[in-house]
C-alpha cells in the first residue's frame, strides 16, 4: 500500500522539479517586462498623439467650413442665391449658382432646407460634374441642428462629413466638407505608429537582451562557484574550501556585489566551521586514546598486583599489594574527577550546562593557604609569597575550583623544576583586575610546547611527567577554570624565569 503513495511523491516531485525547470528565466523576465512596458508606452504615446493630431485636423475642417458655409449663403457673388424654381417647366438650372460656387473644394455637398424640407441639394466631383442627393442623405442633412455649430455626419457612400447648418429667414444653408482625407492621414499616422513601435520593440528587445546577458554574467559566475562548492567532498574531512566569488565580479554592480559578498562571508564561516569540527573531532580522538592510556597503565597494576595477592600466603606481601592497589585507585579516581570537571566546563563554555556558582571568593587567602601546603610538600624549592594589597583580593565565583586553579600552578612548579629552584607567587590588584602570578627560575619550557601547553594530555617532558606520575591535564583545568570564570591564563617563558599569570574580574572588599 506505501509503494504507490511513494511513487505518487516522486511523480509530484518530478514534476515540481519539470515545473521549476520550465519556469522562465530571470533575464527573459526582464526583457518581457521591459517590452510590455515599451509597448504600453508607445500605445499611449502613440493614442495621444492620434487624437491631439486628429483634434488639429478636426479644428482646421472646422475653420475650412465656416468660410465655405460664408461662401455657400453669400453665394458666387456675395449675394444669396435666388430661390430654386419649384416648376418642372422651368428652363433655369440653379444649381450652377449653387452647387459647385466658386470657392467650393471637390465633394463639398451643399442643401437648402425650407420647412424641413430639402428643396436643393448637391456635390461637384473632382471632374467638375455636379450630383444631386439621395433622399437618405437629405433626411440626413434635414436633421442637422441650425445653430451653426459643426457635427459629423454619415452620407452614405458619399462617407462621413462635417457639416453645419445655419439658418435665416425659415431658410436653412447646410455646408458639409468630407472626413476621407482627415481619416486617410490618420490612418497613415497610426502606421506609421505601428511600424516604428514594432521595430524600435525589436531593436530594443534585442539591446535589452544583450545589456542583461552581459549584466547577468557576473551574477551567473556566482551561481557557478555555489556549484562548485556543492561538488565538494566535505564529508571526507575537507575543509578547504578554495573557490569565491573573485573581485573583479563584485566589482560588476551592487547586486552582485552584495550576493557574492554574502557568498564568500558564508564560504569562510562553513571553511572555520568544517575546521572546528574536524579539530574537536581531531581533539576527542586523541583525548580518548591519551585517556584509554591513561587508565590503562594504574588498571593493569591493579590487576597484576591482586593476582599477586590471590597467590601469595605472605600477609606483608598481600598488605603491600593492597596499598599499592589502592594507590593506583586513588590515581584512576582522580584522573576521572579531572575527566569530569573538563567535561562540566566544556558543557558551560557551550552554554548547554549549568554556570560556575558566583559567590564571593577570598583569593588571598588561597593563595596563602595553597602556598604554606606547597612549602610543606616540597621543602626542597624555595617559596616565596607576595601578596601587594592591603585588602583581601575577593573575586566572583567558585571557591573549590579556584582553589583547584592555584594548586595545579603550584603543583606544576614543583614537579616539572629540581630541587633547590625558587618559585615566587604574587597577587595583586590591577585596575579592576585581580592577578595572580606563579614563577619559577627553573629550566625554560620549549618553545614548540608553548602553544599547546593548555592542552589536554599535554607534557613538556613525557618521561619525567610520567615519573612524577602528572596526568597532563593540570593545565587543561585551569584554562577552563579561568575561561568559565570569564578570566584569561597566559605563559611566559625565557632563560631564567617561567611565570604562569591569571587574570580574573576582581570585587571591592565590601561588594554583596
Do not use: C
Request: glycine share 10%; net charge negative; charged share 25%.
Amino acid at each position: 500500500m506505501s509503494r504507490p503513495r511513494t511513487a505518487s511523491r516522486a511523480s509530484r516531485a518530478r514534476n515540481g522539479t519539470d515545473r521549476r525547470r520550465r519556469a522562465p528565466s530571470l533575464r527573459w523576465r526582464i526583457v518581457a517586462a521591459v517590452a510590455l512596458l515599451l509597448v504600453a508606452t508607445n500605445v499611449v504615446v502613440g493614442a495621444v498623439t492620434v487624437l491631439a493630431f486628429r483634434g488639429y485636423l478636426v479644428d482646421r475642417l472646422d475653420a475650412e467650413l465656416a468660410t465655405a458655409a460664408e461662401r455657400t449663403v453669400g453665394g458666387p457673388d456675395g449675394e444669396r442665391p435666388p430661390p430654386p424654381s419649384t416648376g418642372t417647366g422651368s428652363g433655369s438650372d440653379p444649381d450652377n449658382a449653387f452647387i459647385g460656387a466658386p470657392g467650393q473644394s471637390a465633394g463639398t455637398v451643399v442643401a437648402i432646407l425650407r420647412d424641413g424640407a430639402t428643396v436643393l441639394g448637391g456635390y461637384t466631383d473632382s471632374t467638375g460634374r455636379q450630383h444631386g442627393l439621395s433622399s437618405a442623405q437629405e433626411a440626413t442633412l434635414s436633421r442637422i441642428a441650425s445653430d451653426g455649430d459643426p457635427v459629423t455626419v454619415d452620407l452614405g457612400k458619399l462617407g462621413t462629413y462635417r457639416a453645419q447648418a445655419v439658418g435665416d429667414d425659415g431658410e436653412v444653408f447646410v455646408t458639409a466638407l468630407p472626413l476621407g482625407d482627415l481619416d486617410a492621414a490618420i490612418a497613415r499616422l497610426l502606421l506609421v505608429i505601428g511600424v516604428v513601435t514594432v521595430v524600435g520593440l525589436l531593436v530594443a528587445a534585442w539591446a535589452l537582451t544583450l545589456l542583461v546577458r552581459r549584466s547577468l554574467r557576473p551574477l551567473e559566475r556566482v551561481a557557478a562557484v555555489a556549484s562548485d562548492v556543492t561538488e565538494l567532498d566535505l564529508e571526507r574531512g575537507d575543509t578547504d574550501i578554495p573557490v569565491r566569488v573573485s573581485a573583479g565580479d563584485l566589482a560588476a554592480n551592487r547586486e552582485v556585489e552584495q550576493v557574492g559578498t554574502a557568498l564568500n562571508r558564508l564560504l569562510g564561516h562553513v571553511a572555520r566551521a568544517l575546521t572546528v569540527r574536524r579539530e574537536a573531532e581531531t581533539g576527542m580522538r586523541t583525548f580518548v586514546a591519551d585517556a584509554s592510556h591513561e587508565l590503562r597503565t594504574p588498571i593493569a597494576t591493579v590487576r597484576a598486583y591482586a593476582e599477586l595477592s590471590a597467590s601469595s600466603d605472605d600477609p606483608d606481601a598481600v598488605r603491600r599489594n593492597v596499598d599499592r592497589i589502592g594507590r593506583e585507585a586513588v590515581r584512576m579516581g582522580d584522573l576521572v574527577e579531572e575527566l569530569l570537571l573538563l567535561a562540566r566546563l566544556d558543557a558551560v563554555a557551550l552554554a548547554s550546562g549549568p554556570a560556575p556558582a558566583r559567590e564571593p571568593v577570598d583569593l588571598t587567602s588561597i593563595v596563602v593557604e595553597a602556598t604554606m601546603d606547597a612549602r610543606a610538600t616540597a621543602p626542597g624549592h624555595g617559596w616565596t609569597l607576595q601578596v601587594l594589597d592591603d585588602h583581601p583580593l575577593v573575586v566572583s565565583g567558585d571557591a573549590t575550583q579556584l582553589r583547584r586553579v592555584v594548586t595545579n600552578l603550584l603543583a606544576n612548579a614543583r614537579t616539572h623544576t629540581p630541587e633547590g629552584t625558587s618559585v615566587v607567587v604574587s597577587l595583586q590588584r590591577t585596575g579592576d583586575v585581580v592577578r595572580l602570578v606563579v614563577a619559577n627560575d627553573g629550566p625554560v619550557i620549549p618553545t614548540e610546547v608553548l602553544p599547546t601547553l593548555f592542552d589536554r594530555f599535554t607534557r613538556g617532558e613525557a618521561s619525567r611527567s610520567r615519573e612524577h606520575g602528572t596526568s597532563g591535564l593540570g593545565l587543561a583545568i585551569v584554562r577552563a577554570v579561568v575561561t568559565a570564570h570569564d578570566g584569561l591564563v597566559r605563559v611566559a617563558s625565557e632563560p631564567g624565569r617561567t611565570a604562569f599569570t591569571v587574570d580574573l574580574p576582581g570585587r571591592t572588599p565590601d561588594a554583596g
